[in-house]
């Protein structure tokens, strides 16, 4: 073990170094005059509300910079993988595939199908699904049945499998799908975190049958609650907004409704921020890997920290930067949150497993043992824009 | 029959004696620099999201406008609807009583919890649930087990009674809360529409255990999206804010969720836009009260039309002003949509019955032979409150 106690105060020291002094929270957005322009232009035009030019501006904007197709914006990223789940027909007494490690929407929304999270892997290089894992395991367990997965030991479905792309990082994509085609599984990307984040060239979101984003205000752009659903597929498109417009039919005035389907679409308010962030993205962007340069030469001194770097085959957006803890220092996680919160430096440990949440206690998973021990040395350091002038 | 053809002419008339000239909608907001102002405020501070200073403002002036003890604010009237029934203790296989005649968010919030909308039917004096039929209708198909209410043709426990405020007024909530408590019910106000109404001089929503509105944009006050449950209990308000914040546990930096909770606070952006919203509520709800007697003097020569008036004992915001065709002209209604929205007055005929809806179909129901009739012969006229200078 590890005996070094300067630990903490190295770490502080070599955040210092590139924050400078103050406080600093984990992520806070950066706003100028443009956002509050357009969202005052929004409420001068009177539509604030489900329908309105900046929705459509914002979901054009959404679709154009990642290539996908289409982009339905809803009013969160939970409510847009419910969604996308809900439009890959997941159904009662379904299994999803989900990594361990991720926050409980991920898992929630799988639950609002009724439907089972079932916990798998993640991986070092990519903090994602561990996909060469996840294929001996489905090798072990399941069967195709008239071409659809089942778990031999469960008997039940396994429909979907939701890659997240942890802190903004590809999770091995093309490898992913190469299990999904062979099990015949839905892949959709929970790219929550990982707008303008790149796979082999190509964005995150786009490459499963569908992928999620999240708006919320602590993600790379804001629409101070929002999601939206990207796909390729004309028909999922028309059904995912079919379905967060409450599954109205459209009509002059009657009121007609074919399917239960959900208040989900984002406000015209919330898209006019949007439409002003976008606008920005490219540049945060850039300030986020130059701070992830910064980071890694301040934090190159410190044994037994790394701080973590986009995988082969990847281009980061680094939504939130970082450090990974040696097994030998993993017992000071604890002590280096607790001197960071003091001296005001907003840092943050990795997610509880989902596989180890109250309400997930009985829920299927794999062999957990890596992605246990990952989860326990990670810790997030601040991480704004705005931290790079 | 009647045979005044003229009929949509009259309507078209009598509109535009109040209105004036121009296209008008069924319903817009009313802003000035004061929601600018206000939003720009929020946009400044950076916290546009989850938390902030406008959504406690914001859910501490509607607990002290309506007198409520507490008010938990969400992204919309539906997801207060769900978040109420669940905290109801609503589960999968329950039966909730609501109206026929209501917008489908009643019914699918209903579906959210895996439980089954039973349709009732509603009376002319307020165009919300008939008391005496439903109670009635409770003694015919109910028993009481162990204090709890089954319908002993489904076999299906009967949790809660959801009134509707239709168009804003106020249903018998004295008679409705005795027949909830003859038959161990939970009472929910479905207050979407009715901010500001009273009934015996007391807010609707603060009424029956739990009460919901809805800010969307069409209503009396908007925050773009969005809705609020009120209640005087304190355990159950903790219930509420707990699921509406994914079942978090409070922590200064771990993860731990007890629950399966939904990502469901209002954005601090959209409560801020509330929270100028709410200074003119007053004013609001006068103009909707003053433009009620101008229609009505405007009707009064119109044969087979009644202006919808307030009934015995209750107190309208006259959300949205309502004609009710006699039933001797009541095959005019489309003729009167068509001719309305041609000349670019925004009228609206009330929605379809939860009960006729393709999801609903299977659903049970009582006698709605009147609901029927009387949604037929439904017309909502411009109503903005803007339209009195």
Redesign the interface.
């Known amino acids: 073990m590890n005996s070094n106690d300067n630990l903490p105060t190295e770490v502080v020291s070599a955040i210092r170094q590139v924050v400078g002094n103050g406080k600093h929270t984990l992520h806070?957005?950066s706003?100028s005059s443009l956002?509050?322009s357009m969202?005052?232009e929004c409420?001068?035009s009177?539509?604030?509300?489900?329908s309105g030019y900046f929705v459509d501006k914002f979901e054009k904007s959404l679709a154009e910079y990642t290539g996908a197709n289409f982009a339905v914006a809803v009013?969160?990223?939970?409510?847009a993988l419910h969604l996308a789940l809900n439009v890959a027909e997941v159904s009662a007494g379904d299994e999803v595939l989900i990594p361990a490690l991720s926050?409980?929407?991920t898992a929630?929304a799988v639950?609002?199908c009724?439907a089972i999270p079932h916990f798998v892997e993640v991986e070092s290089e990519t903090l994602g699904i561990d996909a060469d894992k996840l294929e001996r395991y489905l090798v072990s367990i399941c069967e195709l049945r008239d071409s659809e997965c089942f778990n031999r030991i469960t008997n039940r479905r396994i429909r979907a499998l939701v890659p997240m792309h942890t802190f903004g990082h590809p999770s091995n994509l093309e490898r992913l799908l190469e299990v999904c085609k062979q099990f015949n599984i839905v892949l959709i990307e929970d790219a929550a975190e990982s707008l303008g984040s790149l796979y082999k060239g190509k964005h995150t979101g786009t490459i499963g049958t569908m992928g999620v984003f999240s708006f919320?205000?602590?993600k790379i752009l804001?629409t101070?609650?929002g999601g939206a659903v990207v796909t390729d597929s004309q028909e999922l498109a028309r059904k995912l907004k079919h379905l967060s417009t409450?599954?109205?039919v459209s009509h002059?005035?009657?009121?007609?409704?074919?399917?239960?389907?959900?208040?989900y679409?984002?406000?015209?308010?919330?898209a006019a921020?949007g439409c002003a962030q976008f606008t920005k993205l490219t540049k945060f962007i850039e300030s986020k890997r130059e701070l992830y340069l910064r980071y890694k030469s301040a934090f190159l001194q410190i044994d037994g920290i790394t701080l973590f770097g986009e995988a082969k085959d990847t281009y980061s957006n680094y939504w939130l930067q970082t450090i990974i803890l040696d097994e030998s220092v993993a017992h000071q996680r604890d002590s280096i949150?607790q001197q960071t919160?003091e001296v005001g430096l907003m840092?943050?440990?990795a997610?509880?497993l989902l596989s180890d949440?109250?309400?997930y206690f009985e829920t299927p998973r794999m062999d957990l043992s890596f992605t246990r021990s990952l989860a326990s040395r990670i810790i997030n350091i601040p991480s704004s824009p705005d931290l790079i002038g």
């Open positions: 806070q957005p706003f956002e509050v969202v005052s409420i001068e009177t539509f604030v509300s489900s009013v969160n990223g939970t409510s926050f409980i929407a929630n639950s609002y009724n919320n205000g602590n804001t101070g609650g409450t599954g109205k002059k005035w009657e009121f007609n409704h074919d399917v239960i389907g959900f208040n679409r984002m406000p015209n308010l919330n921020l949150l919160h840092c943050r440990p997610w509880t949440l109250e309400p």
